[in-house]
């Protein structure tokens, strides 16, 4: 198994997609386009690179996140393995 440093970062972006996670029950996965990633703290910002991207982030379907009425998000966010990011209530 690959474990993943504690990381966190502030992502802004805009929500492309939306749609349930079919593997984890009350998350959906969000798409989003990530226009800037800034640190958190002195965690380390493992978004950084992701800027210009289109990443995919797990929310729980009742969080700010999921709920947003805008395509333009500016959540927290953590890695959490390879591929695999969650954002942060």
């Known amino acids: ?3 993943i440093i504690e990381n966190h970062a502030e992502i802004s972006g ?3 997609g939306s749609a349930p996670d079919p593997a984890l029950p009350g998350f959906v996965v ?3 386009r990530v226009d800037d990633a ?3 703290g002195n965690s380390p910002n493992l978004f950084c690179h992701d800027i210009g991207q289109t990443i995919s982030v797990h ?3 009742d969080s700010a996140a999921a709920t947003a009425e805008s395509a333009n998000v ?3 966010v ?5 591929g695999r990011s969650f ?3």
Do not use: F
């Open 1 to 3: 198994m690959v474990q």
């Open 59 to 61: 929310a729980r379907n």
């Open 30 to 32: 969000l798409t989003i």
């Open 87 to 89: 954002a942060e209530e």
């Open 78 to 82: 953590k890695k959490v393995g390879p």
């Open 38 to 40: 800034h640190d958190v």
């Open 14 to 16: 805009t929500i492309i």
């Open 74 to 76: 500016r959540l927290r």
